[in-house]
């Protein structure tokens, strides 16, 4: 909770509260956990924060305080940012570059600050980030949508690097690139509209539980005009059919077929 406290400048949130958190749980886990909900439920109300909620125990869902997601307006996480580099100077990129490769966690922001506070000196430029900071997964898999869509494939093969070097599982990595072509989907739908950014960050924050940017809003919707719809919808097609393969193991891993679909996207438009 000190992180939740920390950010939100208030001493009493989740006061008096227990905090259960629920990660990557997978069946077995799940079923375990059931059997003892009641040890969790009991006395002061527990707050659950989770990833999947399809692995999270019906007893917990029914009775608990449940938490899936919470969305942070960018210009506060930025704020939130500079303050822990304590008095240093960080040039606003840095800042931007720091958000995008953490996807804007704060477990990682903080890792990395501390990082980047041993490992630079007064200043700390858009380059140091760069140089200290690796790509998390969901960093890595946005930046491989965007890739495929602008047609620029040498910067896709990095981000699959990234992927690669993230450690992820497979299931994770499906998921974040999925998340990524559903986004790109919808943002070309809202394209024609009258408001698209104002659309497109409502539909995020409603359904994705994130909290975009100008720069993040434009740089997807301009990803999207470069995309044709069939084709959006057809990647997505073979998502479905690469997470049933991972899971049948009729694949060695989600990466291998992954550069293997970005080779046939390649194929495609030569």
Known sequence: MDGFREFLGSES??????????????????????TIAPLFLSGSTTTVIFADPAKVPSELLKKAYVITSYAVPPSAVRSWIKKRFDGRVIEDQAVHELMERTASSF?????????????????????????????????????????I????????????????????????????VELGFVRLLNAKLVSKSNRPKADLRAWCLRTQHQYLDDYTLSALLSAASHIKLRELEAMLERLEEIEYETKKGLTSSALVALERLLSAVVLTTQ
């Open 107 to 147: 477990f990682l922001m903080r890792s990395e600050i501390d990082k980047l506070l041993a490992y630079t000196g007064a200043a700390v430029t858009v380059a140091d980030v760069r140089e200290v900071v690796p790509r998390c997964h969901i960093a890595a898999a946005a930046d491989l949508v965007e890739a």
């Open 13 to 34: 949130f989740g006061s008096g509260r227990k905090v259960l958190v629920i990660n990557g749980l997978e069946d077995k886990g799940a079923k375990r956990l059931s």
């Open 149 to 176: 869509s602008l047609r620029r494939y040498d910067r896709a093969a990095t981000a699959l690097y990234d992927l690669s070097a993230s450690g992820a599982p497979d299931t994770t990595i499906l998921y974040d």
